[in-house]
């Protein structure tokens, strides 16, 4: 794994930029220019081949559960299983990822949490473009870590409704006009059935999850080149689990809503402006109760977060080669725990067996207030060279942090390549939601710090090819302590289980090379391929383990074939090598009154790894253009050869006299899954 140096690419950056003056100027004005490495997205219309990927594509490649979340964690650097949406950036957790939609931070936008988020609450429908930067993003986003994704909404058109349906469940969407074309609407709204947490549970346990969702928006032009808008966005869930034996039943629920209003505009042609006003309220609860391994079991769980808003940007060309950007935001908010919870288990300790009841009630109600500031200046020194250094500056009352972080990104153009570089500083703080009540800690640390450096290529080849290749590095100080389930992350009842522990690692890093190929010759077939070497890793007492979603070595290929304007077919293919867990120990330890009793020990922390992954999607879609219509079909196979890849072992323990037997059962993901879909528009 190579150690990156990127104040040495920079200065190398630099130094090509110096023998690059007599290039063309840049065809594209100064603010469009892409600063940052790192970048992926979804448009309407396809922007740089190498990066972006059209919706309409998005829309043929195969994915389960129409979820948009779940449809771009095949770019490279990302990391998810088939049972939940949330996908890792990096080698770093979906905390630490900030998102946006129309200018809005969304907070945990995934229904069924219970299984770590099985869909994203997002109707892609609804989403015109999407950007993903994975590394060395800009000052303007602050308070996360590791990456950002932003979403904007479609701009409605005139009047048009889609209805849709599918195994997992059923939608509309409609969208219109007012006011002669200067007002416009876009409304969806979504309820499913999903029975992804069943099918990867054993088949005598009875789970029904269910999920809704709906997304407004209204938008009204007052004078030409300036647009306000009010949307809003609910989403809500439920879990119900029942099983007969040895285990309590669980009802859980989750909301999520947001309102917020925005206005876009420019001043004149030098000044450009947007303002976001929001309030946001969540809502989490689980309730537990009956047995478990014979003892009585009780579980409340509940919280609530509320949070109001600000956010103000500018930009403000200072002639053709030079701009500033600026921008604040303030939020403040509070919120609410009541967590009870009774469990009663045994132990050994000095040849004795002891029964304790673990009773836990926590209450707390934090509350706080952040604000946020940032400028970054962009240059044009050279035809070819831009160069933008920035500094942002953060502060949050509960966690009393104070945070400055400076980054500078530059971008040169060398005949039809073009050369990336990003280094900056990124806190993150403790939200108000994500005390640790369920473990009795509610203090609030101080803010992680990450320090990132990167450097991308990205180079057509020709023949409709397009070369991206990027390296980088992520450094972690500051890590927060955490409780983490290192053998079952899917359990319902993760704070019952004899494998949750306390880590708090001292340092962090994340290193890799990132490789991507795309191929658009005709409009017939396209392509896209990618490999990633990668290793994140955490100092754990003294030693450098693997984070839970390592992945040495990955690789991803899809294809699509569109031989007319009524048929699309297309096939992914996805693999990368396992992910570390923890193995379980199981051995037999005699008691003072002589009798021998069965105990366990989690092995070392991630000493483990599971065997490689791999899977082949298939989709083939049917356009029907009616009269004033249009149906689309569609047919999906999710692991179309069933292959069965594994979250991780159960096992079951057999004690013959002395012997003590552990054998290994496979914890499987999903297996060959068919689904069938059909959307219309009028």
Same mark, same amino acid.
């Given at each position: 794994?190579?150690?990156?140096?990127?104040?040495?690419?920079?200065?190398? *950056?630099?130094?090509?930029?110096?023998?690059?003056? #007599? +290039? $063309?100027?840049?065809?594209?004005? =100064?603010?469009?220019?892409?600063?940052?490495?790192?970048?992926?997205?979804?448009?309407?219309?396809?922007?740089?081949?190498? *990066?972006?990927?059209?919706?309409?594509?998005?829309? #043929? +490649? $195969?994915?389960?559960?129409?979820? =948009?979340?779940?449809?771009?964690?095949?770019l490279p650097g990302l990391a998810t299983n088939d049972v939940t949406a949330s996908f890792w950036v990096r080698g770093a957790p979906n905390t630490q990822l900030l998102a946006r939609l129309d200018g809005v931070q969304l907070i945990e936008p995934f229904h069924l949490k219970d299984v770590d988020g099985a869909l994203s609450i997002i109707d892609p429908r609804t989403i015109s473009r999407l950007d993903l930067?994975?590394?060395?993003?800009?000052?303007?986003?602050?308070?996360?870590?590791?990456a950002v994704l932003t979403m904007a909404t479609r701009t409605p058109g005139p009047r048009r409704t889609g209805l849709e349906l599918s195994l997992t469940g059923v939608g509309a969407h409609s969208e219109g006009v007012f006011a002669g074309r200067r007002g416009r609407w876009l409304a969806s709204a979504r309820r499913g059935y999903p029975d992804i947490a069943l099918k990867v549970a054993n088949r005598d346990e009875d789970i029904t999850p269910r999920y809704y969702d709906a997304t407004a928006k209204v938008e009204y032009d007052p004078a030409p080149g300036h647009t306000v808008s009010l949307h809003a966005l609910h989403a809500g869930d439920t879990l119900r689990y029942h099983r007969n034996n040895n285990n309590p039943d669980l009802t859980s629920g989750y909301n999520s809503d947001y309102v917020w209003g925005r206005w876009q505009g420019a001043v004149n042609s030098t000044l450009t402006g947007e303002a976001v006003a929001s309030f946001t309220r969540l809502t989490w609860a689980r309730d537990g109760g009956g047995t478990m391994d014979g003892f009585p079991f009780f579980l409340r769980d509940h919280r609530s977060l509320d949070l109001l808003a600000v956010r103000n940007d500018w930009s403000l060309a200072l002639g053709e080669r030079?701009?500033?950007?600026?921008?604040?935001?303030?939020?403040?908010?509070?919120?609410?725990y009541a967590y009870t919870f009774s469990h009663q288990f045994t132990t050994v300790s000095a040849g004795r067996q002891f029964t304790f009841t673990d009773v836990r009630n926590a209450a707390p109600r934090p509350d706080g207030d952040s604000f946020g500031a940032f400028v970054a200046a962009r240059w044009q020194p050279l035809a070819a060279f831009v160069l933008e250094p920035g500094v942002r500056f953060d502060r949050h009352s509960a966690t009393h942090d104070a945070d400055v972080s400076p980054r500078f990104n530059a971008v040169l153009t060398l005949g039809r390549a073009t050369v990336?570089?990003?280094?900056?500083?990124?806190?993150?703080?403790?939200?108000?939601?994500?005390?640790?009540?369920?473990?009795?800690?509610?203090?609030?640390?101080?803010?992680e710090q990450a320090e990132h450096r990167v450097l991308s290529l990205n180079a057509p080849l020709g023949h409709g090819l397009a070369l991206r290749l990027e390296a980088y590095e992520r450094r972690l100080t500051h890590v927060r302590p955490r409780w983490e389930n290192l053998d079952n992350a899917y359990d319902l009842f993760p704070e019952a289980q004899d494998d949750r522990v306390r880590l708090a690692p001292a340092l962090g890093r994340a290193r890799g090379v990132e490789l991507?190929?795309?191929?658009?010759?005709?409009?017939?077939?396209?392509?896209?391929?990618?490999?990633t070497l990668a290793r994140a890793e955490e100092l754990l007492a003294g030693r450098w383990l693997p984070r839970a979603r390592d992945q040495r070595h990955a690789l991803y290929g899809d294809l699509t074939w569109t031989p007319n304007p009524r048929w699309q077919f297309s096939t992914a293919w996805q693999f990368h090598t396992g992910w570390p867990t923890t193995d379980v120990a199981y051995s037999l330890t005699t008691l003072t009154n002589t009798?021998?009793?069965?105990?366990?020990?989690?092995?070392?922390?991630?000493?483990?790894?599971?065997?490689d992954y791999h899977r082949l999607d298939l989709r083939a879609t049917r356009r029907v253009h009616l009269a004033h219509s249009e149906l689309r079909l569609f047919l999906d196979l999710f692991n179309a050869y069933d292959r069965v890849n594994l979250l991780g072992y159960d096992h079951n323990v057999i004690v013959s006299g002395l012997l003590v037997t552990d054998t290994k059962k496979p914890r499987k993901q999903l297996p060959l899954l068919p689904s069938l879909g059909a959307s219309w528009e009028f």
């Open positions: 794994m190579p150690c990156l140096r990127c104040l040495v690419y920079l200065g190398f *950056v630099v130094a090509c930029a110096l023998t690059a003056q #007599t +290039l $063309p100027e840049p065809p594209v004005k =100064l603010a469009q220019v892409v600063v940052t490495p790192s970048q992926f997205g979804i448009a309407d219309a396809r922007i740089e081949s190498s *990066v972006t990927l059209t919706s309409a594509e998005l829309e #043929t +490649l $195969p994915q389960l559960g129409d979820d =948009l979340f779940r449809a771009i964690a095949h930067t994975t590394g060395g993003f800009a000052a303007d986003f602050g308070d996360r870590s590791a030079a701009l500033v950007r600026s921008g604040v935001e303030a939020t403040t908010g509070s919120a609410r990336r570089a990003a280094w900056g500083v990124y806190a993150q703080s403790q939200g108000l939601h994500e005390l640790a009540a369920n473990a009795l800690d509610t203090r609030f640390y101080r803010s991507l190929l795309s191929g658009h010759a005709s409009s017939a077939l396209t392509w896209n391929a990618s490999y009798r021998r009793v069965l105990v366990s020990a989690n092995g070392p922390v991630y000493g483990l790894r599971l065997p």
